[in-house]
């Protein structure tokens, strides 16, 4: 979600830098993870025959590169393939985006983060994080390219807790300026809509998080969150072969800068993990952890999380809704746990 020129400042601000770092004699590192993650509607009844429950499959692999003359910066790049074991009609929501029997790639992920300062026991770090599209969902939305940058502090707390503190912003390079129907996969809703829905495409995101971690006991994490963020559009609905013929290009859904939405939600974890990879807050974690020698515990990681990710205003428009589960009755398409396992190199 970033342009050349903010990859070009965040390389200058980098420079002061350069040739006084000690040198690292493994500056690459990787990680291969396997998760898996279910929608809570999957086991929770529903309301006549709908169904809204859904699970998925993910294979994901980083590769991680500590440039030796470049104190305190990390390069990383990721991606992932994911494969819905089970799901439901409501294609569209947000975390899966695949269909029972087909494998995806994700889209590419990469960037950098920057630990620039420290004062006493709070890091700070900023990123630069980069999305190419791949995968069929960001095609078909017509997202190109992503680029955004984020602020961050850790304060490593005595006894064992840490927390951590953030801001986000981002821009999304658009193809297209509204939403478009896959037409080979919902041939029905293009003959009754139309192939442009005239819904506002994402063209950028401010956002804010709050996380605390507690560690009993050595390499094991007790971890939650809050996160709020607003969804930017600028849209200037065009009258083409997309358009369905019922949708009035004068309405204020169609034309000028819009807020897409807000939206919040809450994380909670258990993990077990002696080293974390990628630089940025990971080494605050590493610091917290301890240092466990050659360890085989410093090469796995595993746990469980839930997360719920839900419109901050409830179904009135003015009541703020629950964050730490999604309470739509028949729907809880909101919530997600999931359960992963990691190797490290």
Request: with cysteine; charged share 15%; glycine share 10%.
């Amino acid at each position: 979600m970033k342009r050349l020129s903010s990859i070009v400042i965040a390389c200058a601000v980098a420079l002061p830098v350069v040739a006084q770092a000690e040198k690292d004699p493994f500056p690459i590192s990787g990680q291969f993870t396997i998760s898996s993650r279910a929608r809570h509607s999957t086991f929770s009844p529903t309301e006549g025959d709908a169904n809204f429950g859904a699970v998925g499959a993910r294979i994901s692999a980083s590769l991680f590169y500590a440039p030796p003359v470049v104190k305190g910066v990390t390069v990383y790049g990721s991606f992932n393939f994911t494969k819905a074991i089970y799901e439901s009609y409501q294609r569209a929501f947000f975390q899966f985006q695949t269909q029972p029997g087909i494998t995806q790639m994700s889209d590419l992920n990469f960037g950098a983060n920057w630990n620039f300062a420290k004062l006493g026991p709070v890091l700070f770090t900023t990123s630069l994080d980069n999305t190419v599209a791949f995968s069929n969902f960001s095609r078909a939305l017509g997202i190109g390219f992503s680029t955004g940058t984020s602020l961050n502090a850790t304060w490593i707390a005595p006894g064992g807790i840490i927390v951590s503190a953030g801001a986000s912003a981002g821009i999304n390079i658009l193809e297209t300026s509204t939403a478009q129907i896959d037409a080979k996969r919902a041939p029905e809703n293009v003959r009754v809509s139309g192939a442009d829905l005239g819904q506002a495409n994402q063209s950028g995101t401010t956002g804010v998080n709050f996380g605390l971690n507690y560690q009993p006991v050595s390499g094991l994490f007790l971890g939650a969150g809050y996160f709020w963020q607003n969804w930017l559009s600028a849209v200037v609905g065009p009258d083409d072969e997309y358009t369905a013929e019922n949708v009035d290009s004068e309405l204020p859904s169609q034309k000028g800068f819009q807020s897409s939405g807000l939206f919040h939600g809450t994380s909670f974890s258990v993990r077990y993990q002696m080293k974390q990879l990628g630089g940025g807050a990971a080494d605050a974690f590493n610091e917290a952890a301890g240092d466990a020698g050659e360890s085989w515990t410093d090469h796995v990681a595993f746990g469980v999380s839930m997360l719920t990710f839900r419109s901050f205003y409830d179904l009135d428009n003015t009541t703020i809704s629950n964050p730490f589960f999604d309470d739509t009755p028949y729907l809880h398409s909101g919530t997600l746990y999931s359960v992963f396992v990691t190797g490290m190199m």
